[in-house]
């Protein structure tokens, strides 16, 4: 496995071809946390004129997952797949930058948990989730 550093998680994020399709980007990381944020796009609204538009939910899984994967290897300094992904959609996202702070909660030898909260441009919470990461 590749070390990671706090220092080079920013440029890893940038890297990813889909993680700049979202336009990810990495906000601060520290051991075991980090921010990261995602623009407000057309291209990721769901919804229609009648019903009003929102971010789609595999955009917000999409940002939870990386939020989460990365406050693991923030947390131990390689990176991790996931192995379980859980989310509770508290409202809907309809303009504004996300914010997603993801937090390791424990990291194991064998598996590894990390929480997310994001948050909308207002503060207040859009999901949150929990993933679990093999480590």
Do not use: C
């Amino acid at each position: 496995m590749a070390s990671l550093s706090l220092e080079t998680l920013p440029e890893v994020l940038r890297r990813s071809p889909y993680h700049r399709l979202l336009g990810l980007e990495m906000v601060r990381a520290s051991p075991g946390e980090v921010v990261i944020r995602m623009p407000f796009r057309g291209d990721l609204l769901a919804g229609d004129d009648e019903i009003g538009r929102y971010v789609h939910g595999g955009a917000i899984a999409s940002l939870i997952d990386t939020a989460g994967d990365f406050a693991i290897i923030a947390a131990v300094g390689y990176d991790v797949p996931t192995i379980d992904l859980r989310i509770d959609y508290l409202r809907p996202a309809t303009q504004g930058t996300l914010t997603a702070t993801g937090r390791a909660v424990k990291a194991g030898r064998s598996v590894a948990v990390a929480d997310v909260e994001v948050v909308g441009e207002d503060g207040k919470p859009v999901a949150v989730g929990r993933g679990v990461f093999k480590t």
